[in-house]
């Protein structure tokens, strides 16, 4: 019964150390396997704060775009006004200049001009003077009331004419050459006869003849002497006439002149601030047109970055992540099959030391039952040399020794 008691004891010793190895186990993998998901989620708080992290580098990398390309368009903005401001200021200065250079010009055009107009002047109010007599002269002007209106309308010297124009020495010479002829028909006794009659209307005709053609010729002298003068003062008019008028044609040609260049120089003016405003425009343009392409590379690099980061920052997780939890699962692993390793051997021990204390058993009542010399010796040599084994609880002990 003690021999019994032993093995039963033994064989409890192994199960109770094969439980606690399976317990010990057990914990060490749940230990591992907590401490795989804490670092899971330490792990997954890091690929957070890396992707939030990431986060604010890019929206600061696309707020320094923003602002780089605000200021730089800005920038663009004031050159391109102050080029448009100076481009106004020259175009300005050179239209005034040339309004100044215009106006000078047509300032001497005009002092030459009223320089003229003072000169040619009276001669021009003498013709309309000489023009004005002619035209009463010859009954042609406006003042019919004149006194000498219309006296030398016609060229022609009429009868009429001769007759209310006959002066005091056509009367004088009729009157002593009819004396004469009367005179000398007294002295032939014939005053009053028919012959008498006959050389005093003869007389009388060939002396109104006479007159008359001398006083036709008269009255073309006084028609031409009256009338010169104005004609002459006419043509000094018109000599006047023309002067003014190429006087006036040539302020029109200066004048002409001035505005033509002063056209010249504000085309030119204007062609050079739209020239200037232009290239300041297409300036602009090229500037804002690499600005966007700046700012649209930094951004693209920036988001590159960020795609970089979070992805890295993912994969990393996800890795360690994988890593993590096949140790996990291998720490559970290792945890059950050490459990049951631990059972297992537990369970192998405590049969091993049963069949051993029955094995020995059975030598001792063998060894009882028929004592030689030399069993003690032989007994003791086979627990000391373990031939029986020390994991059942069995020492060395002599042959006699109570089990």
Do not use: C, H, W
């Not at 030459?112 to 007599?133: F, I, M, S, T």
């Not at 002409?256 to 405003?277: D, K, V």
């Amino acid at each position: 019964m003690t021999f019994v008691a032993a093995s039963v004891i033994s064989a409890g010793a192994a199960l109770g150390g094969a439980y606690l190895s399976s317990e010990a186990s057990k914990s060490a993998a749940g230990k591992q396997v907590k401490a795989s998901q804490q670092a899971i989620a330490q792990q997954y708080q890091a690929a957070e704060s890396a992707i939030r992290t990431q986060q604010q580098v890019l929206d600061a990398q696309v707020r320094n775009a923003g602002n780089v390309q605000t200021a730089q368009t800005q920038q663009l903005q004031d050159v391109l006004n102050q080029q448009l401001a100076i481009a106004q200021q020259t175009r300005d200065a050179q239209l005034a200049v040339a309004a100044q250079t215009r106006d000078a010009q047509l300032g001497v055009s005009r002092e030459v001009l009223d320089k003229q107009e003072g000169a040619y002047d009276p001669y021009q109010e003498a013709g309309l003077e000489g023009q004005n007599r002619l035209r009463e002269y010859l009954g042609i002007g406006p003042n019919t009331g004149t006194a000498n209106y219309g006296q030398y309308a016609n060229a022609q010297f009429t009868p009429e004419a001769f007759a209310a124009n006959q002066d005091p020495g056509y009367g004088f010479r009729f009157k002593e050459g009819l004396k004469a002829v009367e005179a000398g028909a007294a002295a032939r006794g014939g005053l009053i006869s028919g012959a008498a009659l006959k050389a005093n209307q003869r007389f009388g005709q060939d002396m109104a003849s006479q007159e008359y053609q001398n006083a036709f010729n008269r009255y073309q002298t006084s028609r031409q002497a009256t009338l010169a003068p104005y004609e002459r003062l006419q043509t000094t008019g018109m000599g006047a006439a023309t002067g003014l008028s190429g006087a006036a044609g040539n302020y029109g040609t200066n004048a002409l002149g001035a505005y033509g260049g002063y056209g010249a120089a504000a085309s030119n003016a204007y062609g050079g601030y739209g020239a200037t405003a232009g290239n300041a425009y297409g300036a602009l343009g090229s500037g804002l047109y690499n600005t966007t392409g700046t700012a649209g590379s930094m951004i693209n690099s920036a988001y590159g970055n960020y795609g970089g980061g979070v992805t890295g920052a993912l994969t990393g997780f996800g890795t360690n992540q994988a890593n993590l939890t096949t140790g996990a699962a291998n720490a559970a692993a290792s945890g059950k099959v050490g459990s049951a390793n631990a059972f297992t051997q537990g369970i192998s021990g405590a049969t091993n030391a049963y069949y051993q204390n029955q094995m020995l058993g059975l030598l001792r009542d063998r060894y009882n039952a028929t004592p030689e010399a030399g069993a003690t010796k032989t007994y003791n040599t086979m627990l000391s040399s373990g031939g029986f084994g020390t994991g059942a609880g069995f020492g060395n002990r002599d042959y006699g020794e109570s089990f």
